[in-house]
């Protein structure tokens, strides 16, 4: 069983930047892609961004392309969500989710059936 724990989350001002990480434990060489994702109060959980852990291929929502920077450190088994130029509609928790057979256009369009999910971490940005 894959463990996902993030961290990183917090309180920052509009026009801010935050760094979430995503560490992986367990038979992570079983998943291909992990990713982010994110559920602000009332709304659902959207997708926000993944990479895939050969190649490094990566794929963005429309909503965070140009401000979110996705990377990995296979040897940390842990993957980074980059995020700059903060807005108050970014507040939401995000969760960290890996998975094994889907495809990047899978995780675009809010792909739920990811294998591993973590706990998720509160990201705040205040106007």
Known sequence: QVQ???????????GG???????ASGPTFSTSKMGWFRQAPGKEREF?????WIGGGKIYADSVNGRCTISKDNAKNTVYLQM???KPEDTAVYYCAADRRAT????????????????GTLVTVSS
């Not at 899978?106 to 990811?114: K, L, R, S, V």
């Open 4 to 14: 996902l724990v993030e961290s990183g989350g917090g309180l920052v001002q509009a």
């Open 17 to 23: 930047s935050l760094t979430l990480s995503c560490a």
């Open 48 to 52: 926000v961004a993944a990479i895939a």
């Open 84 to 86: 700059n130029s903060l």
């Open 104 to 119: 990047m256009n899978q995780w675009a369009n809010n792909y739920y059936g990811a294998d591993y999910w973590g706990k």
